[in-house]
């Protein structure tokens, strides 16, 4: 069974750095033809896609996030991470990661999320 977590703090300050870590087990994430996904949720609102790093280390971005989002990733602990640079209170919410297969419409496997608070 896949499992996806989610892990980082809960707590960051206006123009500093958000990081966070989904660690997957039961998969590679070099399995074919997989994308992880990090999804954020803001309070009140909506699912918020923010970008996908592929099986084979292909990143795609959501366009209004792009020039202050990163996703990377480490084999060897079958990790991957998001980083979100210079943040306000809007970036306040739940953060999940989540995976398909390319040319699936919809997520298969996510995590039970975290919630990040953007305050000083």
């Known amino acids: 069974q896949v499992q996806l977590q989610e892990s980082g703090p809960g707590l960051v300050k206006p123009s500093q750095t958000l990081s966070l870590t989904c660690t997957v087990s039961g998969q590679s994430i070099t399995a074919p033809y ?24 292909s ?27 210079s943040v306000t ?16 419409s919809a997520y298969e496997i996510w995590g039970r999320g975290t919630q990040v608070t953007v305050s000083s």
């Open 59 to 85: 990143t795609y971005y959501s366009p209004s996030l792009k020039s202050r989002t990163s996703i990377s990733r480490d084999t060897s602990k079958n990790q991957f991470s998001l980083q979100l640079r």
């Open 34 to 57: 997989y994308g992880w996904s990090w999804i954020r949720q803001p309070p009140g609102q909506g699912l918020e896609w923010m970008g996908v790093i592929g099986y084979d280390d």
């Open 89 to 104: 209170p809007d970036d306040t919410g739940v953060y999940y990661c989540a995976a398909k297969r390319w040319g699936r």
